[in-house]
């Protein structure tokens, strides 16, 4: 694969981190610097498989993710004292050349070189649980519209942690509402911003069911493992919550079928359900699909929606880029019988959550 659009993916996915990940901003203009040299990241990355795209499929991500798991199993030592995950620490501004990861870190790619090019063939899967918090307005708003139990079918499930959001805890809603289990494992505090969401909403779900073409086992060392090595590690927040989450994944079993998503979305909505609110829902995922599988989707959904009825109401609920995806994401919620509306804007890992009036 040519190396100048990888570049330019690095470029741009770099470009937006400053502020939300000092240590990758380092890292990925590091890396830019070193392949233009014509150094070993040029060579890891001249090794990106075939169908790639640099851009689509998150390719800064895959590479930084095969790094950071080198990290996590203990296989860069001298690298994971610069990575606050592994208990180490970042200054972007110090200027003391032994605490510049730069050096350290090329050399971790130069000696697990085979490892690092294995990393680019595996899709990101962060499985982001913060995005529940924002994924929660919509799902209590089908639940108060409908006052139905909710049947939730999540597309590109990954290990199917943000199936389970009604076990985890959100607090900061208006006049001081909470929902969720006091004792939960997992609490989302300090997300929602003014207008404050009411939170007072009974929701209740009697199924749950996802799909992804690799599902990812979160009960599992390895599958725990991989989740981890795709948190930015200087997130410890995102750290944190998603320990929670793999905490109480053992005890909330679900299932995630491994399946095309267009076939899979099909399949479920070709049965109806009646005496519940069958609700699809995702998050940033909609930028891994073919045009012709988010059209299948979007042929599907609509077809269940015009044959919801009151007693078996139908939603699309996601949360995608917006229109400027500088500004965060829409969480957009579409209902059968009902209009589409955009529920709320949000930042890509879940908060801040703001609340929106628009409707589309």
């Given at each position: 694969?040519?190396?100048?659009?990888?570049?330019?993916?690095?470029?741009?996915?770099?470009?937006?981190?400053?502020?939300?990940?000092?240590?990758?901003?380092?890292?990925?203009?590091?890396?830019?610097?070193?392949?233009?040299?014509?150094?070993?990241?040029?060579?890891?990355?001249?090794?990106?498989?075939?169908?790639?795209?640099?851009?689509?499929?998150?390719?800064?991500?895959?590479?930084?993710?095969?790094?950071?798991?080198?990290?996590?199993?203990?296989?860069?030592?001298?690298?994971?004292?610069?990575?606050?995950?592994?208990?180490?620490?970042?200054?972007?501004?110090?200027?003391?050349?032994?605490?510049?990861?730069?050096?350290?870190?090329?050399?971790?790619?130069?000696?697990?070189?085979?490892?690092?090019?294995?990393?680019?063939?595996?899709?990101?899967?962060?499985?982001?649980?913060?995005?529940?918090?924002?994924?929660?307005?919509?799902?209590?708003?089908?639940?108060?519209?409908?006052?139905?139990?909710?049947?939730?079918?999540?597309?590109?499930?990954?290990?199917?942690?943000?199936?389970?959001?009604?076990?985890?805890?959100?607090?900061?809603?208006?006049?001081g509402t909470a929902w969720g289990a006091a004792d939960a494992p997992l609490r989302f505090t300090d997300v929602y911003v003014d207008p404050l969401p009411h939170l007072d909403v009974d929701a209740l779900v009697v199924e749950r069911r996802g799909c992804d073409r690799n599902p990812i086992d979160a009960a599992s060392?390895?599958?725990?493992?991989?989740?981890?090595?795709?948190?930015?590690?200087?997130?410890?927040?995102?750290?944190?919550?998603?320990?929670?989450?793999?905490?109480?994944?053992?005890?909330?079993?679900?299932?995630?079928?491994?399946?095309?998503?267009?076939?899979?979305?099909?399949?479920?909505?070709?049965?109806?359900?009646?005496?519940?609110?069958?609700?699809v829902f995702q998050s940033i995922v909609w930028q891994y699909f073919s045009p012709e599988t988010r059209a299948a989707i979007r042929d599907s959904v609509k077809a269940a929606g015009s044959r919801a009825t009151p007693d078996a109401p139908v939603a699309w609920l996601r949360m995608e880029p917006g229109a400027n995806?500088?500004?965060?994401?829409?969480?957009?919620?579409?209902?059968?019988?009902?209009?589409?509306?955009?529920?709320?804007?949000?930042?890509?890992?879940?908060?801040?959550?703001?609340?929106?009036?628009?409707?589309?």
């Amino acid at each position: 694969m040519l190396l100048d659009p990888i570049l330019d993916a690095f470029r741009y996915q770099r470009d937006g981190l400053p502020a939300t990940s000092p240590l990758y901003y380092r890292l990925l203009g590091l890396t830019v610097d070193d392949a233009e040299r014509g150094g070993i990241c040029a060579d890891v990355l001249a090794q990106t498989p075939e169908g790639v795209s640099p851009v689509l499929d998150a390719l800064p991500l895959r590479f930084l993710g095969g790094v950071h798991r080198l990290v996590l199993d203990g296989d860069a030592p001298e690298l994971a004292r610069f990575y606050p995950s592994a208990g180490g620490c970042f200054e972007p501004d110090d200027p003391d050349p032994y605490r510049d990861p730069s050096p350290v870190f090329l050399a971790t790619v130069a000696e697990h070189r085979d490892r690092v090019v294995e990393s680019l063939a595996r899709t990101v899967q962060t499985n982001e649980v913060g995005r529940c918090a924002s994924l929660l307005p919509g799902f209590l708003a089908v639940a108060a519209s409908t006052g139905l139990p909710l049947r939730v079918l999540e597309i590109g499930t990954s290990a199917g942690l943000n199936l389970r959001w009604d076990h985890y805890r959100y607090e900061g809603g208006a006049e001081g509402t909470a929902w969720g289990a006091a004792d939960a494992p997992l609490r989302f505090t300090d997300v929602y911003v003014d207008p404050l969401p009411h939170l007072d909403v009974d929701a209740l779900v009697v199924e749950r069911r996802g799909c992804d073409r690799n599902p990812i086992d979160a009960a599992s060392p390895e599958g725990a493992q991989l989740l981890r090595s795709f948190v930015w590690p200087d997130q410890l927040d995102r750290f944190a919550a998603l320990e929670a989450a793999l905490t109480l994944a053992p005890s909330v079993p679900l299932e995630v079928d491994r399946a095309d998503a267009a076939t899979w979305v099909s399949e479920q909505l070709a049965r109806v359900v009646e005496g519940v609110a069958t609700v699809v829902f995702q998050s940033i995922v909609w930028q891994y699909f073919s045009p012709e599988t988010r059209a299948a989707i979007r042929d599907s959904v609509k077809a269940a929606g015009s044959r919801a009825t009151p007693d078996a109401p139908v939603a699309w609920l996601r949360m995608e880029p917006g229109a400027n995806p500088t500004k965060g994401a829409e969480v957009r919620l579409r209902q059968w019988p009902g209009e589409e509306r955009i529920v709320a804007i949000t930042g890509y890992h879940g908060r801040p959550v703001r609340l929106s009036n628009d409707s589309d």
